[in-house]
């Protein structure tokens, strides 16, 4: 699998959540599209560096779009509805490769039905969750343990077509090793393998989720606000009709 490939992978998962053309993410300037594919009111920014989709519930676009025609890419992103930014991140093929695992761990790794094997397991809420009857869309994972407790573990799950998101959680007392990127460069590997698309997200105020990618071999690939609900909870509701009790 190429990088290109990758992107182009990407390109159109982004693009169908934002509800527009996989070329308007490649258009320069800002580009405002109704979202008719997304629960009302939703309201979401997005660059893959080019230019800016914004992309709003019909009934918000129209009072979105006068606050942001003309303003520059990082102006958008200033804007105050846009109240958390994440960063997504692909495989940096030009220097990707699994990193050495830390000494001392018993290395496992399970995909599909598999992964039911840790059904119970508590404390790993970024990678791998069970809800009451059991289930969990984690698709693949790869977990250290020591002395039969599981210290760490990268999962992932699938987010569209030929993509599987990862998320990596690695208990307090086994932290600062170099553990979590480790388990996600291997993770990482394994996705590629089965010819799927592995991405990973960070909040840009994680400085240490952004670090794990870093030296997991992973490159920012685009940028996008926090899904934005608007239900009256959120300081700027104001500007989006109220929902029905």
């Known amino acids: 699998m190429t990088y290109k490939t990758m992107l182009e ?10 509800d527009c053309p996989p070329d308007r ?5 800002t580009s405002f599209v109704e979202n008719r594919r997304a629960e009302a009111p939703f309201l979401e920014v997005c660059t893959m560096g080019a230019g800016v989709v ?19 890419r990082d102006e958008v992103f200033e804007f105050p509805l846009v109240y958390g930014q994440s960063l997504y991140y692909l495989p940096d093929l030009g220097r990707f490769h699994p990193l050495p695992l830390p000494e001392g761990y018993r290395y496992r790794l399970l995909a599909g039905e598999q992964v039911k094997e840790l059904r119970g397991i508590a404390g790993f ?13 984690t698709c693949i994972v790869f977990f250290a343990e ?4 599981v210290a760490g573990l990268a999962g992932a ?14 208990q307090p007392a086994f932290r600062r090793g170099g553990l979590g990127a480790a388990l ?18 960070a909040s840009v105020t994680n400085i240490g989720s952004q ?17 934005t609900v608007l239900d009256g909870s959120f300081a700027y509701g104001g500007l989006a009709p109220a929902l029905p009790e």
């Open 125 to 137: 809420d970024n990678s791998l969750a069970f809800d009451a009857q059991g289930e969990t869309p």
């Open 157 to 170: 799950a699938p987010e569209g077509e030929g993509l599987w998101e990862m998320g990596v959680d690695v």
């Open 211 to 227: 670090g794990v990618a870093f030296r997991a071999g992973l490159a920012p690939a685009w940028v996008s606000t926090y899904r």
């Open 184 to 201: 996600v460069s291997h993770l990482t590997a394994a996705i590629l393998e089965r010819d799927v698309v592995p991405f990973y997200c």
């Open 25 to 29: 993410l490649l258009a320069p300037g």
């Open 146 to 149: 020591r002395d039969g407790e």
């Open 9 to 18: 992978r990407a390109r159109d998962h982004v693009a169908r959540h934002l």
């Open 54 to 72: 914004v992309s709003a519930s019909p009934e918000l676009l129209p009072r979105v779009e006068p606050l942001l025609t003309g303003k520059s």
